[in-house]
């Protein structure tokens, strides 16, 4: 594309970013240079993740020109929470920050838009929603329910993730690793394409997680139900799982089928919940807790102790004393 050296300087680049709220708010980061090059990266609350490109027409880097100078950009100074010219301050407000590079000189604009009745604040706002529709951004930026549920499901059940980029890789992931995922409150479940489960409970004392693994006879059956099951965000997950699935949640359905667990310690004075005695001394001594692999039996044994018989115990965090955090425990 031919430089509009009439309007555009040669070493002309603008940088626009737009900052989160407490709510749902878009939040994204562009740059455009003097041929008209938009490069945008979508983070969260955006309906594209990650990089996107498109080349701006002439006319619209005619429009950006004149909107920067209509708005005597390089005139303009911050307005941020703290500032005096803030008549009012709203909390939880998003924000957004422009720099433009022109013939040499740089210029910063930071608003945080909970900073209210300022001089200049209508045009301010106006300049930044114009940047959005020259650039061509604006389908981007449009929240998408499904991506951010995408985001959600993921950090319950998959890879931690913050950004977009990251959620979406990690929600690939977990679609293409997981069969099922399940919660009924006090239990998370999810269940992989290899047959293996894990289970993260709040309905055995001291005990975190329970893994075990589906015979492929299970697997099988398990599969052929959950292929039947509409799945609206990509990733299996059952928010309002049918009668003949709702078992699967329960940690009674996996503790039978345990092949390891990991155990719950505090290894000083709790921060929170109470420290109890290890109810199981007579099948394995506490001592030998995190020392050695339980037999079948023992485990039964002790699951059957562990467990909340009142299904509600789970709201008082019980911890037992020792010299970690969580313990694997195998089961042979």
């Not at 307005?79 to 407000?93: K, L």
């Amino acid at each position: 594309m031919l430089l509009l050296a009439a309007l555009i300087a040669a070493d002309f680049h603008l940088t626009f970013a737009r900052g989160g709220c407490m709510g749902a708010c878009p939040i994204y980061r562009m740059t455009i240079d003097a041929q008209g090059m938009v490069t945008f990266n979508g983070e969260r609350y955006t309906s594209v993740v990650g990089e996107r490109k498109r080349t701006m027409t002439r006319d619209e880097m005619e429009k950006l020109a004149r909107a920067v100078d209509d708005v005597h950009f390089f005139d303009l100074t911050d307005h941020q929470s703290g500032e005096t010219q803030c008549r009012e301050v709203w909390t939880d407000a998003p924000s957004a920050s422009i720099t433009v590079h022109r013939n040499g000189r740089d210029h910063t604009v930071q608003h945080y838009l909970g900073c209210r009745g300022f001089r200049g604040e209508d045009a301010l706002i106006a300049f930044e929603k114009r940047i959005d529709q020259l650039a061509g951004v604006t389908p981007w930026i449009k929240t998408d329910a499904r991506l951010e549920s995408r985001r959600i499901w993921v950090n319950h059940f998959g890879d931690a993730c913050d950004n977009g980029v990251d959620c979406e890789a990690a929600a690939a992931k977990l679609e293409r690793e997981s069969l099922l995922l399940m919660e009924n409150g006090a239990n998370v479940v999810r269940i992989d394409r290899d047959g293996s489960a894990l289970l993260t409970t709040q309905q055995l004392r001291f005990v975190r997680e329970v893994r075990a693994t589906l015979s492929p006879d299970r697997l099988r059956e398990l599969t052929a139900r959950v292929a039947k099951i509409p799945k609206p965000y990509g990733i299996p997950v059952i928010e309002k799982p049918p009668a003949d699935l709702q078992p699967l949640a329960d940690d009674r359905t996996w503790t039978k089928d345990a092949r390891t667990f990991r155990v719950e310690l505090m290894p000083s004075v709790p921060l929170q919940g109470t420290i109890e005695p290890w109810p199981a001394e007579d099948l394995v001594p506490f001592a030998e807790l995190t020392t050695r692999t339980f037999t079948r039996d023992e485990w039964d044994a002790i699951a059957k102790r562990l467990e909340y018989h009142d299904r509600k115990g789970f709201a008082d965090f019980r911890m037992l004393e020792g010299n970690t955090m969580l313990r694997l425990i195998a089961i042979r």
